[in-house]
């Protein structure tokens, strides 16, 4: 088990660098969450799922850039809910993770991605929070 860990966890950082060296775009303003590629360290891979204080919310890489993209498997996601009128709600293939609306500060969760299509978004405001990613083998 450990040694198909590991094996992962290598493959999982040989995609992140490939990725990562095919980057480019432009921020967009018009208030909508755009998504990164995922960043990969020695213990696993880490994503930053951000909602509020204002009316932002966004998934992020720990290099700070928006998730797009992912490779398939397990990935450990810390919640920072700055607003008890907001939340960070994910839902795919086999994952259904929510913040909660009334609720705020850091969590974190552990969650296994598999191929297909992946959306977040704040419930009481899906209409402008939001933002989708693509998850592959």
Not at 52 to 65: E, Q, R, V, W
Not at 83 to 96: K, M, Y
Request: glycine residues 14%; charged residues 15%; contains cysteine.
């Amino acid at each position: 088990m450990k040694r198909t860990r590991t094996a992962l966890v290598v493959g999982l950082a040989a995609t992140a660098l490939v990725l990562a060296g095919c980057g480019g775009g432009d921020d967009d303003a018009s208030g909508t969450t755009e998504t990164t590629v995922e960043t990969t360290t020695a213990s696993g891979t880490t994503l930053t799922a951000r909602v509020g204080p204002g009316f932002d919310i966004s998934l992020t890489g720990s290099d700070g850039a928006a998730v797009t993209t992912l490779a398939a498997g397990a990935y450990t996601i810390e919640v920072d809910d700055q607003s008890d009128i907001h939340n960070f709600h994910l839902t795919g293939a086999g994952v259904d993770e929510d913040s909660g609306v009334s609720e705020t500060g850091v969590s974190t969760w552990t969650v296994t991605f598999e191929s297909g299509s992946y959306h977040f978004q704040c419930d009481p405001h899906a209409g402008s929070m939001n933002g989708d990613f693509e998850v592959s083998t």
